[in-house]
């Protein structure tokens, strides 16, 4: 594979990785509240995760799973029901910060359920490898998840890192406070978001069954 094409595969890759989506904010609200080590794990779970669904879906996963009826809008709601719950959490968090506290953390196991159950992971993989490689070839699938696992991995640990960053600046419980109350209206947002996502999808839906 030419250098010309490995370089929009890592710029695709950087975009796709550290635009604000669900699993970004779940990185910033991580290295606001806990230990740096534990919102890098997360992050590695989220980012190898998102490498398992991006080659599940470059060896045809979606394509499989297309043909179940009304799959697209499962995986969304099922997106949406995760997202609440994790809003909820935040909504309801002391705003008290302690490197002890580490149970209620998000662990390895949850970022690589986010990546599963988050239709902007479905879309960027299909979307990728729809753009970048030619279908079927294995070489450059691998090529194209290899470049994703940094790429990915340094993306989210920047919205840990800078999580750490506020963390300074909120040691007051009280305003700890608020800032989860943003991170959680802003994870309500993107639930707002998939859900109106969702009315043309079923509008084109009935107008194709009429």
Partial sequence: ???????PMAAFALAASISPG??????LSSGTRYPLRQGLWFVSGATLGFVALFLAIGLGLHSALAWIPGFDRLLTWAGIA?????????????????????????????????????????FASASGIGAYTSGGDLTQLVIFSSLYLPVCWLSLSTWVLAGRFLRQYVQRPRLLRRVNCVLATLLLASC????????PALAAGHTGQG
Avoid: H
């Fill in 82 to 122: 995760f997202l609440l719950y994790l809003s909820y959490r935040l909504a309801i968090d002391n705003g008290k910060i302690s490197d002890k506290a580490l149970g209620d953390a998000p662990g390895f196991w949850t970022g690589a359920m986010m990546q599963w159950l988050n239709p902007k992971a479905w």
């Fill in 1 to 7: 594979m030419s250098l010309p094409l490995i370089l």
């Fill in 22 to 27: 669900p699993v970004n904010l779940v990185c």
């Fill in 192 to 199: 707002l978001y998939l859900i109106l996502g969702q009315e």
